[in-house]
């Protein structure tokens, strides 16, 4: 089946420093990702929608300053969180809306996520 | 933004007893998924069901849907310790590229 790929799994990282985070999908094409974010003992929350070839999507309140995604290609999506704060600790989740030859076909595949300590 | 509500939010229940989950949502969809969470991991997709299904079986599993009420609910039969987890629903509205709005889940404990 359909996967799709979260590197790192965990990073543990300074206060200040950024951190990136990889979603890529393995076998299939997908130009629209999403990524979530995940507090302890809490539901995923939807942070921002990635649009390859455009600029992404933020939901109400997250900073698109402090949460940069880049979907440069078909394949991949990449969130950096700038100036890292313990406050963004956390388990961020991608997932990929799988398409053929350009349609949506309506399957979504998540990533295994990432958690990020930030020291 | 949160779609869906989890109800109850935590279920304690002993090996072999049937726990039930529901689910209420606000918009139209297209499908209902749910989703189980073990501490730490990420998702492991479980169960899909389509706006024009009302009940659907996957092993020891049984969703229901309901679109007039807006809900659904998750039963999982005779439960197994193993079976202890976070359970999420998540609707998809499959218009366009929308994402999956994940409901507040529901912590499983099942106790040996």
């Known amino acids: 089946g359909a996967v799709v790929s979260q590197h790192p799994s965990r990073v543990i990282c300074k206060s200040g420093t950024s951190v990136k985070i990889e979603c890529r999908s393995l076998d299939f094409q997908a130009t629209t990702m999403f990524w979530y974010r995940q507090f302890p003992k809490k539901s995923l929350m939807l942070m921002a929608t990635?649009?390859?070839?455009?600029?992404?999507?933020?939901e109400q309140g997250v900073e698109k300053d402090k949460f940069l995604i880049n979907h440069a290609s078909l394949t991949l999506s990449t969130l950096t969180v700038t100036s890292a704060h313990p406050e963004d600790s956390s388990f961020y989740i991608c997932?990929?809306?799988?398409?053929?030859?350009?349609?949506?076909?309506?399957?979504?595949?998540f990533g295994e996520g990432s958690r990020l300590t930030v020291l | 933004s949160q779609q869906g509500e989890e109800d109850p939010q935590a279920l304690s229940i002993q090996e072999g007893e049937n726990a039930t989950m529901n689910c209420s949502y606000k918009?139209?969809?297209?499908?209902l998924q749910w989703y189980r969470q073990n501490s730490g991991r990420g998702l492991v997709h479980l169960i899909l069901?389509?706006?024009?299904?009302r009940e659907k079986h996957s092993g020891r599993l049984r969703v229901t849907l309901d679109t007039s009420k807006k809900s659904s609910s998750l039963l999982i039969t005779a439960s197994r310790a193993a079976d202890t987890a976070s359970y999420f629903c998540?609707?998809?509205?499959?218009?366009?590229?929308?994402?999956?709005?994940f409901g507040k889940g529901t912590r499983l404990s099942v106790i040996a």
């Open positions: 990635s649009n390859e070839g455009s600029k992404a999507t933020y």
């Open positions: 918009t139209s969809i297209n499908n």
């Open positions: 069901i389509r706006s024009n299904e």
């Open positions: 997932s990929a809306r799988r398409t053929d030859r350009g349609v949506n076909t309506g399957e979504l595949f």
């Open positions: 998540a609707t998809d509205e499959n218009s366009g590229n929308t994402p999956l709005v």
